[in-house]
Structures are given as structure tokens and as C-alpha cells.
């Protein structure tokens, strides 16, 4: 199956400062990529829809200008968490489709853990 | 909105049939899909289901019915590495996951 990897997989910051989260789909082009986030014990929550050339579609409550995605290439997607704060302290996971043909699944990566101080 | 609904836990012994339901109110569909998770690991993908009806892959089964907006996950011969969380998931033009059924299995 596809390949999607993420980098990197822990991180543990200083509050305030920004965090960036690379999202990589090794051996397919990936026009599209989801950004999800998910708490202990609970469900992934999308964030926002990444697409390749132009700006990403945020889902309700989730701050723009706070999470910035950027999917400059086919196969690149980041994120940074910018002025990070203990409570953005999660598991994001970012995800891709593969080609055309839907099957309805998701390749995740490996997610990143990011921890606040 | 959309909202999906499975049970929080199940538990079941190994060497049994375990099936966890999930139930859906979504604004589109394309497709309902199951994904599991260990703990501190990313989901993976487990099957898809876009029409009505069963769909087997080995232990695994998954069944659709569009007009009542429910399927559920059929796990087969229970093996203790299936301890998981097991998450449907809806296709729209996005991707929306349901709260997740922890599934615990006994010896």
C-alpha cells in the first residue's frame, strides 16, 4: 500500500514558540491531505483539508491563522502550530488518498505527539 | 451536521465473534469505512464499504445498509493482538470518524 510519513514523531516545546509538522506521501502524489488531531482516549477530530497549490480548508472552531497548513508540492503537506500553548498538547496525524480510483481509504502517518510545556 | 454513533466499549473473549455497530447522519455519503488503532499507533486501514451488502477480508467483515444508515464491523476468531480501538468512518468529500469502540479481549 501507499506510504505516508510524518516527521517528526515527538516533540516537546516551550510555550510560545511554533512548531512545524511534516507530512510526506512517499511513493504517490497526494493532491489532497487531512490534518487530524486526537486526544487521549478520544476520536480523530479533522482539523483541516490540505490541497496542493492553493489554501486549505479549515473545518469549524479550528483557527487559521493558529494551525498553518501549506501543501507546496504533490507530495508535502506541513503544519505548524504557531505561539504553541499546553493545551494544543496532542497527537496530530496527517492522512492522503491515493490516485483516483476511491477505496475509500486513508493512509495515515505516524503521527507526531506534541507536548507543550 | 453529521454525527456518528458506535458503542464506547466491547469486550469479548478470544477465540469469539465480536460485531460493533456503527450508525450515521451525515449530509453526503460515498462510503462507510472501519480503522483500527493501538494504543499510541496510527489508525490503519481495515475495509470499505460504498454499497449495500457484506464485504469479507479474512477474519474481517464489514456490512453496509445505506437506507437504514448503519453497518457494523464483524472481527472473527478473536485473537488478543485485536485489542484495539476500531473507529467508522464516513466518506464524504472529507473523511469523518466516529468516537471509537474500544474493544478488550479476555483469554
Known amino acids: 500500500g501507499a506510504v505516508v510519513s510524518q516527521h517528526p514523531s515527538w516533540v516537546i516545546c516551550k510555550s510560545g514558540t511554533s512548531v512545524k509538522i511534516e507530512c510526506r506521501s512517499l511513493?504517490?502524489?497526494?493532491?489532497?491531505m487531512f490534518w487530524y488531531r486526537q486526544f487521549p482516549k478520544q476520536s480523530l477530530m479533522l482539523m483541516a483539508t490540505?490541497?496542493?497549490?492553493?489554501?486549505?480548508?479549515?473545518e469549524q472552531g479550528v483557527e487559521k491563522d493558529k494551525f498553518l497548513i501549506n501543501h507546496a508540492s504533490l507530495t508535502l503537506s506541513t503544519l505548524t502550530v504557531t505561539s504553541a500553548h499546553p493545551e494544543d498538547s496532542s497527537f496530530y496525524i496527517c492522512?492522503?488518498?491515493?490516485?483516483?480510483?476511491?477505496?475509500?481509504?486513508?493512509?495515515f502517518g505516524e503521527g507526531s505527539r506534541l507536548t507543550v510545556l | 451536521g453529521q454525527s456518528l454513533e458506535q458503542p464506547s466499549e466491547v469486550t469479548a473473549v478470544e477465540g469469539a465473534i465480536v460485531q460493533i455497530n456503527c450508525t450515521y447522519q451525515?449530509?453526503?455519503?460515498?462510503?462507510l469505512s472501519w480503522y483500527q488503532q493501538h494504543d499510541g499507533g496510527a489508525p490503519t486501514f481495515l475495509s470499505y464499504?460504498?454499497?449495500?451488502g457484506l464485504e469479507e477480508t479474512g477474519r474481517f467483515s464489514s456490512f453496509l445498509s445505506r437506507s437504514d444508515s448503519y453497518g457494523y464491523l464483524l472481527l472473527q476468531e478473536l485473537q488478543m493482538k485485536d485489542s484495539a480501538s476500531y473507529f467508522c468512518?464516513?466518506?464524504?468529500?472529507?473523511?469523518?470518524f466516529g468516537k471509537g469502540t474500544r474493544l478488550h479481549i479476555l483469554p
Open positions: 492522512s492522503a488518498r491515493e490516485g483516483s480510483t476511491d477505496t475509500g481509504e486513508l493512509f
Open positions: 490540505s490541497n496542493e497549490g492553493s489554501k486549505a480548508t479549515y
Open positions: 468512518a464516513v466518506r464524504d468529500d472529507k473523511i469523518i
Open positions: 451525515t449530509s453526503g455519503f460515498y462510503g
Open positions: 511513493d504517490f502524489q497526494a493532491t489532497t
Open positions: 464499504n460504498a454499497l449495500d
